[in-house]
């Protein structure tokens, strides 16, 4: 699934020349749970650090014009998380990948706050044709985008991969963990493992919604 990040388009250069910092001991999936933690895991990286500074620094206007465009979509948003038993943090996923701006659309012809290709927006319920796209529905849309996120983690272990998956295509990840790892399941800190054999853009689509996650906490 290959989309142009619109926040981070002019980072991908930079993204590329980066190295990744030291990871933590290796865990289990059965670690990082859907049930186990409302918030994504926090491994530090200096890619994490480098958005934290970017979203509160140079782009803190833009930054928190998304989170004021949060509000509207953020119960039922948390809402479907608590009730699928996943991290509240994936909310984020929307804020990075759309700042929840509903026009926004990739050269992939992604769509909506959680901007979905129309394949996968088919696969998972949606009616995608030339008179109707529910990708643009928050409510179905968020349901389509919840329901591969939850299959994503299933088949990868990590919500690190999974949120990886959902943004570069499973089967490149799938076949970058198995040629690094020996298998497709992982853990998050596996994301860092492969880090470096990940296009740009993925390379900084997890920090990014690290980084948001952990300033719109800072600011509540």
Known sequence: MKKILFLLVALASAACASTPAATAPRTTPADASPASRSELAYIPHERVEYHVNRFSGEKRAEFQSYLERMRQYEEMIRGRLRRRGMPEDLIYLALVESGFNPEIRSLAEARGIWQLIPDTARRYGLRVDET?????????????????????????????????????????????????????????????????????????????????????????
Do not use: C, H, Q
Not at 177 to 193: F, I, P
Not at 207 to 216: D, E, F, G, K, N
């Open 132 to 220: 109707v796209d529910e990708r643009n529905d928050p409510e179905k849309s968020t349901d389509a985008a919840l329901s591969y996120l939850s299959y994503l983690y299933n088949r990868f272990g990590s919500w690190y991969l999974a949120i990886a998956a959902y943004n570069t295509g499973e089967n490149r990840v799938g076949r970058i963990m198995t040629e690094a790892t020996g298998s497709e399941k992982g853990t998050d800190e596996d994301y860092y493992r492969i880090w470096d054999r990940l296009p740009g853009e993925t390379r900084d689509f997890v920090p990014a919604i690290i980084a948001a996650a952990r300033l719109a906490r800072r600011s509540r």
